[in-house]
């Protein structure tokens, strides 16, 4: 079953200058598999994620998630930035369940996963501490906590480790690792750095200069479970010489 399906999507912002920002792009995602994108800056990585997302829509195409053309944003579809966006006023138990409470939700629907989710991610102890008192990877880890208790189909993550320093970083890689291996969710992944990207996904897109487009797609046969480990070995070092070659193609075409 397909959750997701970019069928020759097009995407032009015209104001005074026209960009052409993504050029019939076509991909399909499978449930419960995690693809990551990579490709120069300004490709059109993050428009291809914000129009699944519905916080923009296509100029040209299709865009179905579960089937249905996406219009508008929804708790199906979880977004990670760059930045975990918490509510600074709000303690961090008060973040994982703002979505759910918002929305209206009973109780019993949604703390023991909550609950749940803060242990998976290590901060159970922090539960009553402010963001502030946060380093920055323990608050990454809130946003992903308070976007999974939403229970989406589908998580899209827009750079998320990227404002991480090299060990968090490494460490918050292991982490989306183990919660996607127990959870099975579908996983769009935009990231700039190739070993984050062999080392987390099924399969790497790699885009084009703009206007973006999916110049080649390589399948990452590394066994599952991943660990850190992964990131060594023959197998690992054929992969990355790949898509290094690849982007290199991409950036001039």
């Known amino acids: 079953m397909s959750t997701i399906t970019f069928d020759h999507v097009s995407k032009v912002y015209s104001g005074q200058k026209t960009v052409h920002a993504l050029d019939n792009v076509s991909l399909t995602i499978n449930d419960g598999e995690f693809v990551a994108l990579l490709g120069p800056s300004g490709c059109g990585k993050s428009t291809l ?3 699944l997302a519905g916080f923009e829509t296509v100029s040209s195409g299709t865009l179905l998630f579960d089937g249905k053309t996406v219009t508008r944003p929804g ?35 949604y703390e023991e996963r909550a609950r749940k989710l803060l242990k998976v ?10 963001p502030v008192q946060l380093s920055g990877g323990m608050r990454q880890r809130v946003g992903i906590a308070r976007v999974l208790t939403m229970n989406p189909r589908a998580l899209l993550m827009d750079e998320p480790f990227g404002a991480l320093d090299a060990q968090t970083r490494l460490s918050m890689q292991q982490l989306l690792l183990d919660v996607w291996q127990s959870l099975g969710t579908t996983v769009l ?65």
């Open 189 to 253: 992944f935009v990231t700039h750095d190739i070993d984050e990207a062999i080392l987390l996904s099924d399969r790497v897109c790699v885009m084009s200069a703009r206007p973006g487009r999916i110049a080649r797609t390589i399948p990452i046969g590394l066994a599952r479970p991943r660990s850190i480990a992964s990131l060594t070995g023959a197998d690992f070092t054929a992969y990355k010489a790949e898509i290094m070659a690849d982007i290199k193609v991409a950036e001039h075409h």
């Open 75 to 109: 708790p199906d579809r979880g977004v990670v930035f760059q930045e975990a966006a918490l509510f600074p006023w709000l303690s961090v138990w008060e973040n994982v369940i703002f979505g759910p409470r918002v929305q209206g939700l009973p109780r019993a629907d």
């Open 121 to 130: 991610v290590g901060l159970e102890a922090f539960a009553d501490a402010l």
């Open 49 to 51: 994620l914000n129009l």
